[in-house]
């Protein structure tokens, strides 16, 4: 495993890593967000639709990835998995948690 990288002379890599850093940033404040939050939401026109947040992080997960990929390093792949693995067992407790406490409950109209 390499211990570390250096940057210093790379300043392409630098703005990647910048950008990659960022992009989990807003993943976990939109986590933090949705703690509380039902997993859908009523749309525009009144049908049922993924949340907002959900959508945004899961764009913010493909970007990290993306910028993660460019950066070319050795173990980026691994470092991505273990990101993404981290990120599942997390949204798989939140989400027990939220059932558990019947936020999720879709009603079923003509019931």
């Given at each position: 495993?390499?211990?570390?990288?250096?940057?210093?002379?790379?300043p392409a890599?630098?703005?990647?890593?910048?950008?990659?850093?960022?992009?989990?940033?807003?993943?976990?404040?939109?986590?933090?967000?949705?703690?509380?939050?039902?997993?859908?939401?009523?749309?525009?026109?009144?049908?049922?639709?993924?949340?907002?947040?959900?959508?945004?992080?899961?764009?913010?997960?493909?970007?990290?990835?993306?910028?993660?990929?460019?950066?070319?390093?050795?173990?980026?792949?691994?470092?991505?998995?273990?990101?993404?693995?981290?990120?599942?067992d997390a949204?798989?407790?939140?989400?027990?948690?939220?059932?558990?406490?019947?936020?999720?409950?879709?009603?079923?109209?003509?019931?």
């Amino acid at each position: 495993m390499v211990d570390g990288f250096v940057f210093e002379d790379e300043p392409a890599r630098l703005e990647l890593l910048n950008q990659a850093c960022r992009a989990l940033d807003i993943i976990a404040v939109n986590e933090k967000a949705m703690e509380d939050q039902p997993l859908t939401v009523t749309g525009s026109m009144g049908q049922m639709v993924i949340h907002p947040l959900t959508g945004e992080n899961r764009a913010q997960r493909g970007l990290f990835k993306e910028l993660v990929g460019a950066m070319k390093l050795p173990e980026a792949e691994l470092i991505v998995k273990l990101k993404e693995d981290a990120r599942t067992d997390a949204a798989k407790k939140a989400a027990t948690v939220r059932w558990d406490r019947g936020t999720n409950v879709i009603p079923i109209q003509g019931a």
